[in-house]
């Protein structure tokens, strides 16, 4: 007779928790942060191509809720799906008034956590559920783990890839009160203090000093949940408006060529110059032949 394969359940947990931990950290960070007009997203999300990725990691819950993940996209989707359909349930239920990112919150973390004890593969995502206030004191961010753990931050979220130098980062430049260009300044600067390797690359060796990243408007998906708007608060910031929001240096990162003259005004113009130039050095005696 065969003996069943036996692991304990604290291995089990641990296997667990590293494979979600793994999942998570291959992904592109994001920052979610406070400012005096509401809560602003900031996430790192190009597509293969060098163009905004048509897969959206933040997105729209509620009335005055948004919704950001990092991870598995199929997973956090799904999760998400599923929180909408929740928030319309109980707002036609009872009230709007009655959906909330507190319950939303606890929502998802009992989905995590029970799938985490009961189930073979965990989720393979972070969460984080803001809710925009009448005040900015009354603005809400929470933090939901793939193990269903909770956490209420007061000013900023950190997810996915390596979280400890932005983390680092936003500690020593946040500061509550700032303006909406500050804000997503300050969340460009933390992501990009990840950096890669100086030497790595194709014509250089791994390690060595961390060369400075910078991003444009095409590697960022940014949205906000607006205080100033009545009913529906969230809106996305992209092309010319998020570029223009960006520091100096991420504006002509990936800025659009300046307009060019009419094709009938430059070949009349240049064609008289070089004809000028030419019949100079080719002339007996000219400016070209008497130097």
């Known amino acids: ?8 359940v604290d ?20 920052v979610v942060l406070t400012y005096t007009g509401g809560v602003l997203f900031v996430a790192e ?7 905004p990725s048509a897969l959206r990691k933040v997105s729209e819950i509620y009335d005055r809720i948004g919704f950001a993940a990092v991870g598995r996209y199929n997973e956090f989707e799904t999760l998400r799906n599923a929180g909408i359909r929740m928030a319309d349930v109980r707002g036609y239920s009872y009230d709007r ?3 909330t990112g ?10 995590l956590g029970t ?14 559920l803001a809710a925009v206030g009448e005040t900015p004191e009354a603005d809400q961010l929470y933090r939901i783990t793939y193990d269903g753990s909770i956490t209420d931050e007061p000013q900023f979220v950190v997810m996915g890839g390596t979280t400890e130098p932005i983390s680092a980062k936003l500690k020593d430049t946040y500061r509550p009160g700032m303006e909406l260009a500050e804000a997503i300044g300050i969340a460009v600067e933390g992501l990009q203090a990840t950096g ?5 690359g194709p014509t250089g060796s791994n390690g060595g000093a961390q060369a ?3 991003l444009g408007a095409n590697a960022l998906e940014v949205a906000v949940l607006d205080r100033s708007r009545p009913h529906r608060t969230f809106r996305r910031i992209t092309g010319q408006v998020l570029r223009d929001l960006l520091p100096e240096e991420n504006r002509a990162v990936d800025a659009p060529p300046p307009p060019t003259v009419a094709g009938d005004d430059v070949p009349a113009a240049s064609g008289a110059v070089n004809g000028d130039q030419e019949d100079q050095g080719d002339k007996p005696g000219g400016a070209a032949n008497g130097s």
Request: with cysteine.
């Open 11 to 30: 291995q089990l947990l641990r296997d667990r928790s590293e494979l979600a931990r793994k999942g998570i950290a291959r992904g592109r960070s994001v």
């Open 196 to 200: 890669t390797p100086a030497g790595s």
């Open 97 to 99: 008034r009655d959906v």
């Open 45 to 51: 999300n190009r597509s293969s191509e060098n163009r």
């Open 212 to 214: 400075t990243r910078v």
């Open 115 to 128: 799938s985490f004890v009961e189930q073979q593969k965990p989720y393979e995502v972070e969460l984080c």
């Open 1 to 8: 007779m065969t003996m069943p394969f036996y692991s304990s």
């Open 102 to 111: 507190r319950m939303l919150a606890n929502y998802y973390a009992q989905v």
